[in-house]
């Protein structure tokens, strides 16, 4: 396959950038779903509905129906989730990518790029949690392009993020990802990114045991 280099964000990448974002997150939306049909409470609540419309119509089929539904409405609160998620970061950070990344102090977005195509993104921001300022930056919107996965660009991604701390003075880097962001954590620990935590972002996300990991990178040698 083609080399690749990492840059920095210019505008023409504008709408590159959105897209990787959005679909790079959208991939997550099937596991999760599955997730939420092993979740024990999910399971006992569609099991509860599918007896009940049995007791009350007594009709096998009219119950198999309504338990369908009731899946086919898990499906899609389970993909509003991350739509509501995309939309919201468009709304934000990734709609004036150059005032949020590039003229914002300590923050960053870099782009790795292949025969003029970019293939893959990752930002550095001041992290919004209080007691991380003026230590730490946060790691964000890492996203590689499917067909361009391992080739090591997610690693060279974070190391450039890591570097771009220690040459502010940093001591740390912080990120957050999903629970069935399985290949991201894979990639963030053996980088030496350590969990510091986990928090379930809703009551929905509470109910089901759906956690936000919290990672915490000690950049080597910083006081």
């Not at 396959?1 to 974002?21: C, S």
């Not at 409470?41 to 009709?59: E, I, K, N, Y």
């Not at 890591?162 to 940093?170: D, K, N, P, V």
């Not at 991201?184 to 936000?212: C, D, H, N």
């Amino acid at each position: 396959m083609a080399p690749y280099r990492i840059r920095q964000y210019e505008d023409g990448d504008y709408e590159a950038v959105r897209t990787m974002f959005s679909h790079g997150v959208m991939e997550h939306a099937p596991a999760a779903f599955i997730y939420m049909l092993k979740c024990p409470q999910a399971q006992l609540h569609f099991l509860g509905l599918f007896l009940a419309v049995l007791a009350a119509s007594g009709s096998l089929l009219v119950s198999l129906l309504a338990l369908l539904l009731a899946l086919t409405g898990g499906w899609f609160c389970s993909r509003s989730l991350w739509t509501d998620y995309v939309q919201q970061s468009l709304r934000n950070d990734l709609l004036d990518i150059r005032r949020t990344y590039l003229e914002a102090a300590d923050s960053c977005l870099w782009v790795a790029e292949a025969e003029g195509v970019v293939v893959g993104m990752v930002g550095a921001v001041l992290p919004d949690d209080p007691s991380e300022k003026g230590c730490a930056l946060e790691l964000k919107r890492m996203s590689v392009g499917r067909e361009h996965r391992g080739r090591g660009i997610g690693r060279a991604l974070c190391r450039t993020v890591i570097r771009f701390a220690q040459e502010r003075g940093y001591s740390a880097v912080v990120l957050n990802t999903s629970m069935v962001q399985y290949s991201a954590q894979q990639l963030y620990e053996s980088m030496g990114f350590r969990r510091v935590s986990q928090r379930s972002p809703s009551l929905l996300e509470s109910f089901l045991q759906f956690s936000i990991f919290y990672y915490r990178y000690e950049i080597p040698g910083s006081r």
